[in-house]
């Protein structure tokens, strides 16, 4: 980056790597492994290359003029600075994702997933039910998304299932019906935990769905059921209000109870007790009645600011 006044757009176009990952790529090559390098370049070149500064109203002419006498020199910084043979020696840690010979594992660096989102959990519940003991690697070869992605899935849809079959069968524990359904070993812990957390979504879905069906009767939301997701270590729900409502939407918080909320679109936020304008705690209790969130809703002087 020195080399050509710290222009990142410069270094980037011309290595043709995005400008992030040649800023994160070139952290391992130490201080005194770039004065090698520049001191091989001035010795290849015989002196070093002025760069072209830009004057007002020259930006375009003056990048073009510095890449074009840049690109030879970049070149051999990214011949010099790369392992050769193999050899991690050379100056670099590893190799890069663009400079690695063959295939790279996964899915390609800065790409989306093949399968869209809202059809992830039926294809990866397709490879489940053909073999309990499927790997997130054949998930990642089969369906093309990313290899975290590929882990939650699994371990959400083994969890789910579990939790299904220990409910059914109050007497097992969560490890025997691991060993019941076939789930390796190796996959049980991120199973066993997103079991724990369907637990206890089963447990509060009756309350949060009575109320969700309380506000669509009272004429305050739309029916539907309601979803349940994690927030950190605890659980969270939101139910969005109709237009014309004292506040966009209710959220639900595990710890803090009902409070308002200033979004329609993301109203769980990622913060789990907000506070500012807009923001009422309508209740001190967890889960309290669908009438006494609906006469907090409308009594603006009711509720907390704070949880």
Partial sequence: MRLFDNDAEVVAELLEVPAEELEREAKPVTAARAKEVIA???AVQ???VPVVRAHPGQRDRSLRNRRSTARPRLRRLRDALMPRDGDFRSGCSRWTRWAAPGPTVGRPKGSGDMVPS???AGRITELLDA???VTAATVVEHLGIA???AMAGLAQLRGQRMAALVEAAPELSLDAAADQLGYPVGARRR???AAQDEQRRNRVRPYLQNVTDDLAQAGLADAGDVKIRQLGEHLAAAVVLRPGQPAPALVWHEQYGWRTAIS???PIGKVSAPEGEGIRYLSGELQ???SVLIDALADGRRGRKRP
């Fill in 191 to 193: 199973a066993t935990a």
């Fill in 46 to 48: 015989g002196a070093r």
């Fill in 118 to 120: 809202d059809q992830l």
């Fill in 147 to 149: 290899t975290t992605t």
């Fill in 131 to 133: 073999d309990p003991a």
């Fill in 288 to 290: 309290p009645k669908a």
């Fill in 40 to 42: 091989e370049l001035r």
């Fill in 264 to 266: 329609r679109r993301h």
